[in-house]
Each structure stands twice: as structure tokens, then as C-alpha cells.
């Protein structure tokens, strides 16, 4: 089974401006998280969502923004860039099937995105 | 707040001797305690505890859950030195994990 894609892989873009980045899930799998990784605060929730709908949000000002279609795949856009939003963003994806009580997330490989 | 705090922050150890890996949390609506391996790229996962006292056992890593304490230990044997990774430990609540800030292992030769 193929696991979590994300593209793209890297990214540099200059402040003011906005940026897609798109992850695609584990087949079956119809949750999809979002989560920034920096240096100084480590991993960090961002959204999450579950058949096209945010089911969690993080506390990430509203410049961050995702949607999910009804195949599972999953986008997020960051308007306004700022100096502070270079990161890696990783996606994680999980069955989140009404039956199971718990749930483990499986990370794709991350987008870093540089802004200058 | 949810608050996940990992140590120690890194350890250098030599191949074939055994580490011990912390992790203790403060969550509302626990429902699990997860262990990723992160390297160049994506946290890998490696465990996920639900229940207090139950090892979890993978090769030459094992991990537990300690409910009344709200911990957590990853233990590495016999280590090598494709055990050089960050440890990360995550707590999942309502569906979102917290992390840790990490555990830096290095495996000299």
C-alpha cells in the first residue's frame, strides 16, 4: 500500500506571498491532519479533516486555510507569508473509521517551504 | 493546555549499550500515547499505548505506559547506529496529537 504523498517536496517563496501544498492520503484512509514543524517549537497541530469537513483547528491564525475533496485528498494554503512560516508542514492520514477507538496517524514525507 | 515534556533532550551513546527514553504528559481526554522515529524526514511510526502496564515490543525496542504516573518509556537495546534519530513522543486527544519536543539520540560506532 502506498503511504502518505505530499508535493510538493520543497519550496521557496518571498514574504507577502500565498502558497498551496498538497497531501495525499493512505488509500482508505479518510482523516487528514496537518501539522508545522520548526526548530524552535517543534510539531504543531494545525488542522484536521475528516470527509471534506474541519473537524479540529490548532491555533494558527486564519492566513492558514484547508480543504478536503471527496477522494481524501487534502490541501493547505498559507496567504500573506511571512518570514515565520518557513517550516516543514507534514500531513498525516488515518482510517478514523466510526468503529475504532483509537487511531494512529501515518506522516508523509513534509513540504518544506522556505520564505525569503 | 495540553503539555507533552520528553528527556532527556539528546543522548550520545555507543553502539550496543541500552537507552532509556522519557516522555510524561498533561493531557485532558487521553485516549492514546504514541512513539515516532524521525530522521531526515517523516516521523515514523514506531508504537501506540493505550493501556497502563502492557509492553510493546518491535525488535530491539520496547515502550510502556504508565497511566497513574501519565508516562512513558522507550527503551533501545543493543543499540546501532541506525538507531541515530529524534524520538518523538505524541499524545492523542479528541483525534489531535501533541508532541514533545523530541529526544536526540546519536549511536557512535
Known amino acids: 500500500k502506498a503511504g502518505v504523498t505530499q508535493t510538493p517536496r520543497y519550496l521557496i517563496k518571498t514574504r507577502g506571498q500565498q502558497v498551496t501544498l498538497s497531501c495525499s492520503p493512505i488509500?482508505?484512509?479518510?482523516?487528514v491532519s496537518w501539522y508545522q514543524q520548526t526548530p524552535g517549537q517543534g510539531l504543531q497541530f494545525l488542522f484536521e479533516y475528516f470527509s471534506e469537513t474541519q473537524r479540529n483547528k490548532g491555533n494558527f491564525p486564519g492566513r492558514f486555510s484547508g480543504r478536503q475533496f471527496s477522494n481524501s485528498r487534502s490541501e493547505m494554503n498559507v496567504s500573506t507569508l511571512e518570514l515565520g512560516d518557513s517550516a516543514l508542514y507534514l500531513c498525516?492520514?488515518?482510517?478514523?473509521?466510526?468503529?475504532?477507538?483509537?487511531?494512529?496517524?501515518?506522516f508523509g514525507p513534509g513540504t518544506r517551504l522556505t520564505v525569503l | 493546555e495540553d503539555k507533552v515534556v520528553q528527556s532527556p533532550l539528546s543522548l550520545v551513546v555507543h553502539e550496543g549499550d541500552t537507552v532509556t527514553l522519557n516522555c510524561s504528559y498533561e493531557v485532558t481526554n487521553f485516549r492514546s500515547l504514541l512513539w515516532y522515529k524521525q530522521e531526515k524526514k517523516a516521523p515514523t511510526f514506531l508504537f501506540m499505548l493505550?493501556?497502563?502496564?502492557i509492553e510493546k515490543k518491535s525488535g530491539r525496542l520496547s515502550s510502556i505506559l504508565d497511566k497513574k504516573e501519565l508516562s512513558s518509556i522507550l527503551n533501545i537495546t543493543a543499540t546501532q547506529t541506525g538507531d541515530s534519530a529524534i524520538y518523538l513522543c505524541?499524545?492523542?486527544?479528541?483525534?489531535?496529537?501533541?508532541f514533545g519536543g523530541g529526544t536526540r539520540l546519536m549511536v557512535k560506532p
Open positions: 498525516a492520514s488515518s482510517l478514523s473509521s466510526a468503529g475504532l477507538p483509537v487511531d494512529t496517524q501515518y
Open positions: 493505550t493501556s497502563s502496564g
Open positions: 505524541a499524545v492523542e486527544a479528541k483525534r489531535v496529537l501533541t
Open positions: 488509500s482508505g484512509h479518510r482523516s
